[in-house]
């Protein structure tokens, strides 16, 4: 079994800056992608960021340029540094590793962090 366990969400005005972070424990073999996700209200899950293991890191347009994806291997974490915060950005914010946990390659999820920028 797995855990992810999610920080660093909250509110922040308009311009501002929060750093999420995703920590995963457990029987983790091999983490294949690190990502983060995002979902406003009313509207469906959308990608934030992805980070393949030895692969190109992707960013929705909506975000490029304000939020930077990283890893820190040896404590299976990732995380989400976000500038120039918008009102959009507002949403619920899950971490998603897709891993080897010595059975099966699966995706994890965090339980989300609520980010909510003002104008």
């Known amino acids: 079994q797995v855990q992810l366990l999610e920080s660093g969400g909250g509110l922040v005005q308009a311009g501002g800056s929060l750093r999420l972070s995703c920590t995963a424990s457990?029987?983790?073999?091999?983490?294949?992608?690190m990502g983060w996700y995002r979902q406003a209200p009313g509207k469906q899950r959308e990608l934030v960021a992805r980070?393949?293991?030895?692969?190109?890191?992707t960013y929705a347009d909506a975000v490029k340029g304000r939020f930077t994806i990283s890893r820190d291997s040896a404590k299976n974490a990732v995380y989400l540094q976000m500038n120039s915060l918008k009102p959009e950005d507002t949403a619920v914010y899950s971490c998603n590793l897709y891993l080897y946990d010595g059975r099966y390659y699966r995706d994890y999820w965090g339980q989300g962090t609520q980010v909510t920028v003002s104008p």
């Open positions: 980070m393949p293991s030895g692969g190109t890191t």
């Open positions: 457990g029987s983790i073999f091999t983490i294949s992608v």
